[in-house]
């Protein structure tokens, strides 16, 4: 009975202590609140942390970097492995709004771009003919030319990137089908789609550019099968057809002749008339048709004597008597014998006929056989061939010839003084405008058989309300710049200042006025206690201990009497806590 009388009791003891102390530990934390309250020097040490904690924020903002866009339309790949080297590197950096651009200090984007650049970083989305590289063996043949498809858009959309105002390119490739049938063979198409920078544009002469390369680096591939659109969708690539038969590069050549001829004339009447005084538009009109001619001619035949022989023939053919002609070759050999002359009729003749007949029949006889013998006859033809005089021309006339200009020129009236002397704007003469007109006709070179057309007209300029305004040295970029950066200081010391004179320094002034107050009261309190042996004190020994004790010893002494009043407090509230801690002290001694 007595070892479980004991053991209650021993119970009873440890739960009465339990309950000491958690009765203690809620008194601590009641006295520590009410010792918070009291204390008048909390609050000033709280807001003073809190100033120094906001101006703290408020440099480190102003002393914070200016972040701009280092690389932005990342890939996921790309995107970790430049963060992971920016993390290497130990740089700072920061996502926009919608995580689409990667930023960091805008000191060192330029730095950071060649550094990762030589790293190979972002390698990009787009792979090339190195994916030829890693294939499996016994692939087949359509995953080959799958993949030989890949990597070739991946190369040409690397090369479009190459240009300026081209951020990021994709290209889609149809390729060709041959076949054995001309009719179901299949051409090769190609689609571009571009994203531009932000302002930049591509010119006609970039966008031909761009078609003629997909065109030249696919087999069998049209520029006209070759379709460019930008990230908004408008088709930058046009055919002749569209604009009227003429492409964006011969509009621009067109505007180039014309700027060069309005420039020329400007310029000539600059330095008489003034810069300002003269307005010159010019009209060209530009063959850019391609042609080809040949021409043929055969001039007539030259002098006998100049001209020159190309062949000759001569055919000669003699009939007669057995005896051909003989002698030497030429014209004589080859005439003829004339007619021998008739005898003359006389006497003698006649005798002769009597002798003849007297002799008998035999001249007769060969007069007979020359009667009988046929007559001799030579032909002879004689063939000449002449050069003629022929001339073949052939002329290839180049496209972008100026088959017409049309010039207007508008000149302001000149400042003169008039009868009062007064500065007015009187017309030019007729000789000054003579003298205009014949300047412009060289400046243009003028051509009255291209049918050119010129017109100078003198007319006062209506002047413009338009000036141009200086901006002020204060306005200027860089002077903004560090005026932001100075306003960032500038409200740091605002914010300091602002916590020194409405916070700090009226919490300072009302501690300061309630400290001799806390310290009269003590003095006026009773003193006269006993704890732990110590002897009572009377008002008379605590006033001159007061009065010579240091502040240190004040301070203290403020203490012990505040703990001294929450414990009188604790007694009067709850006793018998008061009487088991008693207790328990007891027992432990």
Do not use: C
């Not at 413009?464 to 100075?486: F, H, R």
């Amino acid at each position: 009975m007595s070892d479980v009388a004991s053991s209650q009791q021993s119970n009873a003891r440890e739960n009465h202590g339990r309950a000491a102390n958690a009765s203690a530990q809620g008194s601590s934390a009641q006295g520590l609140l009410t010792q918070l309250r009291t204390n008048p020097r909390i609050p000033l040490i709280i807001a003073a942390a809190a100033a120094i904690a906001l101006i703290a924020v408020l440099l480190l903002w102003a002393r914070s970097p200016e972040y701009r866009v280092l690389y932005s339309n990342l890939s996921n790949a790309d995107g970790g492995s430049i963060i992971n080297e920016l993390d290497a590197r130990g740089i700072p950096y920061q996502f926009s709004e919608g995580g689409g651009a990667l930023l960091v200090p805008a000191d060192q984007v330029h730095t950071l771009r060649l550094q990762l650049a030589e790293q190979g970083l972002p390698k990009g989305g787009d792979v090339g003919f190195e994916l030829m590289d890693n294939q499996a063996f016994g692939i087949s043949q359509f995953a080959e030319q799958i993949n030989f498809q890949r990597s070739l858009e991946g190369e040409l959309a690397q090369s479009m990137k190459a240009l300026g105002p081209v951020a990021q390119a994709r290209v889609h490739l149809s390729m060709a089908k041959p076949s054995v049938f001309v009719r179901e063979s299949e051409p090769a198409k190609a689609s571009v789609v571009l994203t531009l920078e932000p302002g930049r544009v591509l010119g006609e002469g970039q966008v031909n550019a761009i078609v003629h390369m997909v065109s030249s680096s696919v087999p069998q591939l049209a520029t006209e099968a070759v379709t460019v659109v930008d990230q908004n969708g408008r088709l930058l690539s046009r055919n002749g057809s569209q604009l009227g038969g003429l492409d964006g590069t011969q509009l621009s050549y067109v505007q180039e002749i014309e700027k060069t001829y309005q420039k020329n004339i400007e310029r000539i009447l600059a330095p008489i008339l003034g810069a300002d005084n003269v307005r010159a538009q010019v009209a060209a009109q530009v063959d850019f048709s391609k042609r080809e001619q040949t021409a043929e001619r055969y001039s007539p035949n030259q002098a006998p004597n100049e001209a020159a022989v190309r062949s000759r023939q001569v055919s000669e053919s003699y009939t007669g008597g057995d005896v051909a002609p003989s002698g030497i070759p030429g014209a004589l050999s080859n005439t003829p014998p004339g007619t021998a002359a008739s005898p003359i009729d006389n006497g003698a003749a006649k005798q002769g006929d009597n002798a003849d007949a007297a002799d008998g029949g035999e001249n007769d006889a060969q007069a007979t056989d020359k009667a009988n013998t046929p007559p001799s006859r030579l032909d002879r033809n004689d063939t000449v061939n002449y050069e003629v005089d022929h001339h073949v021309e052939h002329v290839q006339f180049e496209r972008g010839g100026v088959e017409r200009l049309s010039v207007a020129v508008v000149v302001d009236y000149r400042e003169g003084l008039n009868e009062a002397g007064e500065t007015v704007k009187q017309p030019l003469s007729d000789e000054q405008l003579a003298q205009i007109e014949r300047l412009v006709r060289q400046a243009m070179g003028f051509s009255q058989a291209r049918g050119d057309a010129i017109e100078v007209v003198n007319s006062p300029f209506t002047e413009s309300d338009e000036t141009i305004v200086e901006v002020p040295w204060w306005q200027t970029p860089g002077v903004l710049q560090l005026a932001m950066t100075l306003g960032r200081y500038l409200l740091v010391a605002l914010a300091a200042l602002f916590l020194w004179f409405m916070v700090l320094r009226p919490l300072i002034k009302r501690q300061s006025a309630a400290l001799p107050a806390n310290q009269s009261a003590a003095l006026r309190s009773p003193t006269a206690v006993s704890v732990g042996g110590n002897e009572d004190y009377d008002d008379s020994d605590a006033l001159s201990e007061a009065a010579e004790a240091p502040p240190r010893r004040r301070r203290r002494a403020n203490a012990y009497e505040q703990n001294l009043k929450d414990a009188r407090e604790i007694a009067q509230e709850d006793p018998r806590l008061v009487a088991m801690i008693v207790r328990s002290w007891m027992n432990d001694k």
